[in-house]
């Protein structure tokens, strides 16, 4: 592995003392699918397990670092400097029904700014990772975007919408018109880290979501931007660890995805 950043180290180390017991628990997941008992409980307590190993790895090297993690919230919040996201499990639900998409997402920040940013998807034992001005990686090679210059030939991904969302009429709608400019239907994989990692190793031309959270998405930025690829956010806001809806292209398609979800105008912000 080519990680030769003290961040990218911690974050490789974390990620792969958690993903032992991620891999033998998702076993499990597969036995107590079948069970009456069903792997709910279950499941909730690997996200902990995967979480408390994430952050006791990160606060071992950083003590005084902050973080912010999907269950956990704020740690040592009075560091605006440092700053680690996580999502221990970005993908639960294919987890919670065994199947295999699903990813630690781990990334750092300094004054804002993400810096590193490590994907990892412990069944396919793919690792996608970045540091700013070094480039994208997969395991051992370097990735780049895909070359799609037309939306109507790219191969696009998105999510949702979350069962609570206000928007849910114009989330279809949108899906639906932007399903009319493309000949291959739009891919719903229910992982946004992993919908970002394929982006930036150019199986994905594309990716849009409406209302995500930061740490599902705060490692792939990174990871798609050092791959050459265009990271964009539909919000007004301005500070990008609130963001919500986002869009990342290969940069050759984007204008022509904006363009098109911009002129259905379904931004509620
Ligand atoms: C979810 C996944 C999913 C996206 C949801 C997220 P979780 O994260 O990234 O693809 O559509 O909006 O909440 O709950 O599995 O960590
Ligand atoms: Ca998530
Ligand atoms: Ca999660």
Known sequence: MRINSPKLNIMYKACM???????RDFGEVENLQVSSKGPGDFVSS????????????????????????????NINQKNKTNRWIIDPIDGTSNFLNAIPQFAISIGYEENNQIKNGLIYDPIKNELFFAETGNGAFLNNSRIRVSKKKNLRNSLLGTGGPRSSSKIKNDIFHEFVEISKNVETPIRKYGSASLDMAS????????????????????AGTIIVKEAGGFVDFLDKEVDESKKRNLVATNSLIHKELLDLINKKNIEKN
């Open 46 to 73: 690997a996200d902990t397990r995967t979480e408390k190993i994430i952050i006791e790895e990160i606060l071992r090297a950083y003590p005084d670092h902050g973080i912010l993690s999907e269950e956990a919230g």
């Open 199 to 218: 982006v930036a190793c150019g199986r994905f031309d594309g990716f849009w979501q409406r209302e995500l959270s930061y740490w599902d998405i705060a």
């Open 17 to 23: 003392k958690a993903a032992k017991f991620l891999i």
